[in-house]
């Protein structure tokens, strides 16, 4: 299978707790995106990267999230000092990048959902 | 800033009624305007887009149309299936900088046989 794929899909952690998740892109991909949804939600922009740079950070993201894609592939997305409103579903995306000729579709892995007892 | 607006759910309906959801957009510029679909337990999965007014997307029966005019995007299908259960998102991208996606709230569709 060549999609994004998310790891873990499912972590349940009491607050106080770090949590890391991973997600590994199309591997053609040069942009990587999280997002975060909530129930009845839509998706809400976290962050991306192009390569290994991370070129725009929501308000959203407080100081207690941290994301990195080190050598431009793969990416984590860590949370620390979990609160209970931290639980949703965190949602990783990927595209190719190409100045003058993108659509601005994106392509979705599963999730991972947060659950911060 | 750009933002979405999808009509309220949940929406019910009998299997080959016709089925709309309605999408309504605000942005600088002229954006490409998607349809995502997440089924239960999937991920989302691009349904459909437009990337110019007046450009239609289809997909799998559905249609919609990029209408600058009237700032819409509304999701349209002739004969809805049970199978067509599932909660659909509607997203605009701008064509600069991040070209992230901007969500709706999304539209759960429930089908009964």
């Known amino acids: 299978d060549t999609g994004v794929s998310q790891d873990p899909r499912h972590k349940i952690t009491k607050r106080g707790q770090n949590v890391t998740f991973r997600c590994d892109p199309i591997?053609?991909?040069?942009?990587l995106y999280w997002y975060r949804q909530t129930l009845g939600q839509g998706p809400e922009f976290l962050t991306y990267f192009q390569n290994e740079a991370q070129l725009e950070k929501s308000r959203l993201l407080s100081d207690r999230f941290s994301a990195e894609r080190p050598k431009g592939s793969f990416s984590t997305l860590e949370i620390q000092r979990t609160e209970q409103g931290d639980s949703a579903m965190y949602l990783c995306?990927?595209?190719?990048?190409?100045?003058?000729?993108?659509?601005?579709?994106?392509?979705f892995g599963e999730g991972s959902r947060l659950t911060v007892l | 800033g750009n933002s979405v607006t999808q009509m309220e759910g949940p929406v019910t309906l009998s299997e080959e009624a016709f089925l709309t959801i309605n999408c309504t957009y605000t942005?600088?510029?002229?954006?490409?305007l998607f349809w995502y679909v997440q089924y239960p337990g999937e991920g989302l999965q691009l349904l459909l887009k437009?990337?110019?007014?007046?450009d239609k997307g289809s997909n799998k029966g559905f249609e919609a149309t990029y209408r600058k005019e009237t700032t819409s995007f509304h999701l349209e299908k002739g004969s809805v299936q049970v199978s067509d259960s599932a909660v659909y998102f509607c997203?605009?991208?701008?064509?600069?900088?991040?070209?992230?996606?901007?969500f709706g709230q999304g539209t759960r569709l429930t089908i009964n046989p």
């Open positions: 995306a990927s595209s190719f990048w190409l100045a003058g000729s993108n659509t601005g579709e994106l392509f």
């Open positions: 437009a990337t110019k007014a007046d």
């Open positions: 997203a605009l991208s701008d064509h600069q900088g991040a070209q992230k996606l901007v």
């Open positions: 591997s053609e991909h040069n942009r």
């Open positions: 942005a600088t510029g002229y954006p490409s």
